[in-house]
Nanobody
Framework: QVHVTEAGGGLVQAGGSLRLSCAASGRAYSDYAMAWFRQAPGKEREFVAA????????EYDESVKGRFAISRDNARNEVFLQMNNLKPEDTAIYYC????????????????WGQGTQVTVSS
């Protein structure tokens, strides 16, 4: 069983930055990929970014490429999402997820999810 907890959300003006963190406790896999997804009001949950166990492979949705950066610290079982040049359309609840697979934008591959952290970007 893996328990996932996000932190770092908040209110920021357009053009600003936020850094989200996610801690995964417990070990269901020998190694695991992690990802961030988000859900805006009235919309489906969508993929944001993913990172492999080694950190050497990352994947981003086109809407955040060049603005967001995902990273991880395996010694602390944490993953981070640095969000720069935030836009009002980035407003959403951001969820962290864990998978024993290689890590991709496919939601059903992820077995463990956090409760989410709210990010609000004002114009």
């Amino acid at each position: 069983q893996v328990h996932v907890t996000e932190a770092g959300g908040g209110l920021v003006q357009a053009g600003g930055s936020l850094r989200l963190s996610c801690a995964a406790s417990g070990r269901a896999y020998s190694d695991y990929a992690m990802a961030w997804f988000r859900q805006a009001p009235g919309k489906e949950r969508e993929f944001v970014a993913a990172i492999s166990w080694t950190g050497r492979t990352t994947e981003y949705d086109e809407s955040v490429k060049g603005r967001f950066a995902i990273s991880r610290d395996n010694a602390r079982n944490e993953v981070f999402l640095q969000m720069n040049n935030l836009k009002p359309e980035d407003t959403a609840i951001y969820y962290c997820a864990v998978t024993g697979a290689s890590g991709s934008g496919v939601q059903y591959e992820y077995d463990y999810w956090g409760q989410g952290t709210q990010v609000t970007v004002s114009s």
